[in-house]
């Protein structure tokens, strides 16, 4: 049994067992496991989760009144929002809106993708006014939509976001392929990409995204549906080191000549030199 059930429903079942978990369980859990991200660009960020299961009613009693956020600085404050946000308990992100005080920063928006809530996305972005300025913001959102991998909230993204805001064939796809959400990627091939400019040096991103990520099935479906354009490339071997991070050896050895030797991307010292350093921070065992 989890301790905020222990906490918020067993402990309080009678007396008798009040008194035997008296000295335990007097902490309330809030916060998960922080979800540490990896994107198809090899950059890692973490995304506040909230616990579960999440203490709806016990947060509302405490945190659904102004006092005691007043006693903390803006980070928490904009921490505890990010939670709520992730919690799936209306009622409790409605509490934190109320008082927390702070802009509402892409964290929260981050944290209610990856919980896969729809509901909380479309509060937080359509109702409170999300701020989404930032260039580095405009690419965490769709990183962080794509490694979810939800389709009802891709489908609100794609809906509700400017194209070259949510960079589609580029940060968002990509990260759909790395993840693996290979049902996902076909919806968005076969809906999305047909109102994108069809810009050749984009194909060779999303095979190299699932090499990188290890979806060895997802990467020889969209390695024969798209082919490779070593243009698109600018002379550094991209996707054959994306083969070697996340791939066997086996298939690193496959995709050696047609994406690398046999079309002028490892002549240079410097072109070998990068497959190799991706291959040495691989983390298949071979």
């Known amino acids: 049994m989890h301790t905020n059930d222990i906490a918020t429903g067993f402990k309080l079942a009678c007396q008798e067992v009040a008194a035997a978990l008296r000295a335990q369980h007097r902490v309330i859990q809030l916060r998960g496991e922080p979800r540490t991200l990896r994107s198809a660009n090899l950059d890692t960020f973490a995304v506040a989760i909230a616990a579960h299961p ?139 990409t047909g109102g994108l400019p069809h810009n050749r040096n984009n194909y060779s991103f999303w095979p190299a995204a699932a090499a990188a990520g290890g979806r060895l099935e997802l990467l020889q479906q969209l390695a024969s549906r798209f082919p490779f354009d070593p243009e698109g490339q600018n002379g550094v071997p991209v996707a054959l080191a994306d083969v070697a991070y996340g791939c066997p050896l086996a298939v690193l050895q496959r995709y050696y000549d047609p994406w690398g030797a046999a079309v002028g991307l490892l002549e240079k010292a410097g072109q070998k030199l990068h497959v190799l350093l991706c291959a040495a921070a691989s983390p298949t065992p071979d």
């Open 54 to 192: 999440w203490p709806g009613a016990a947060f509302v009693a405490h945190w659904g009144r102004p006092e005691p956020w007043r006693a903390l600085p803006r980070w928490p404050r904009h921490r505890l929002l990010c939670l709520a946000a992730s919690s799936r308990h209306p009622p409790s992100l409605e509490a934190a809106l109320a008082h927390c005080g702070t802009a509402i920063e892409t964290d929260a928006l981050e944290s209610a993708i990856i919980a896969h809530d729809l509901a909380a996305c479309r509060w937080l972005f359509e109702t409170e006014g999300c701020d989404w300025k930032p260039e580095w913001q405009r690419e965490r959102i769709p990183a962080v939509a794509g490694l979810a991998g939800s389709v009802p909230v891709c489908r609100w993204l794609w809906e509700t976001v400017p194209q070259h805001e949510l960079n589609v064939a580029g940060m968002f796809l990509s990260n759909l392929c790395y993840a693996g959400h290979s049902g996902v990627v076909e919806w968005v091939l076969e809906e999305v």
